[in-house]
């Protein structure tokens, strides 16, 4: 008697269906991908991080960077010379500095503190939490106009980005679905992992790509060149390492499942192949 199961034949067209299915879930994982780095950038801890990076570095520029001790110094000068102990640096704003606020940190820390004062407001609430940090009109009229680039980063952004992200990360789910069904016996793991794996390596060049012209963005003959180009390659180099490297690891990581998943299928593949052989 025969006891070899029938196989049911796999229909030709689940190959064409396969290569479709997988040629569109590239497109959306990129776009998924992009949009959960995004989510987890402007996340409160660290999207006021990065606001109060970027605010420190904007304003620091022109006294030397966020490492130059002289503004701190006459921080600490005023402060002392202060009958309450305290000082305003900014006239108009409701942020004062006392020595035991600034006690051993260093400028770098000392500025990140200060700012760290307007990102929290700018983070939650918009230019409205600016606004109500202000006592001047004429600043508060300024304010009122907008932030410009800074008003990305806020939990209103963060909140937005989730939804987005449930939608994409849905819709991805729904094409990977088609595409082990449509995938064949170890194909339905490395057919995932092909994808994942293809979505996530031009991402990880571009990062790659940034970060090494990071290491080589402080150039001094640019900065008595072109002051302009000098200010905003400093903004760079104080901001962008961090995003980068968030963005380095979620693609190493997305990048190690995919091959992880392709490893998986072809040594399941082989170990089914030598047992046959051995029957």
Not at 113 to 125: C, D, G, N, S
Not at 231 to 240: E, I, S
């Amino acid at each position: 008697m025969n006891t070899n199961k029938s196989r049911k034949p796999r229909p030709y067209w689940h190959v064409d269906a396969k290569w479709i299915t997988g040629i569109l879930l590239i497109f959306l994982l990129n776009i998924t991908f992009v949009v959960f780095i995004l989510v987890q950038i402007t996340a409160p801890e660290p999207g006021i991080a990065l606001l109060t990076m970027t605010l420190a570095s904007a304003y620091s520029f022109e006294s030397g960077g966020l490492d130059a001790p002289d503004d701190i110094e006459v921080m600490r000068q005023k402060i002392a010379e202060s009958p309450n102990g305290e000082w305003q640096p900014i006239p108009g704003m409701r942020i004062v500095v006392r020595e035991e606020d600034i006690a051993g940190k260093t400028p770098r820390e000392v500025r990140l503190w200060f700012f760290q004062q307007w990102a929290e407001p700018l983070y939650y609430e918009g230019e409205h939490g600016l606004t109500n940090l202000i006592t001047d009109p004429k600043m508060q009229k300024g304010v009122e106009g907008g932030v410009g680039p800074l008003g990305f980063i806020s939990a209103a952004t963060h909140r937005m980005l989730l939804r987005v992200l449930i939608a994409f990360g849905l819709v991805s789910f729904f094409f990977l679905g088609w595409l082990v069904f449509f995938s064949y016996r170890f194909g339905r793991l490395s057919s995932p992992g092909c994808v994942i794996f293809l979505a996530a390596i031009p991402g990880l060049i571009l990062m790659a790509g940034v970060r090494g012209w990071l290491g080589q963005a402080q150039n001094p003959s640019a900065a008595d060149e072109l002051p302009a180009l000098a200010r905003y390659t400093q903004l760079a180099a104080d901001v962008l390492p961090g995003i980068v490297q968030t963005a380095l690891l979620i693609y190493v990581c997305l990048i190690v499942l995919g091959v992880g998943l392709m490893f998986i299928a072809l040594v399941g593949t082989v170990f089914v192949r030598e047992r046959k052989g051995t029957d």
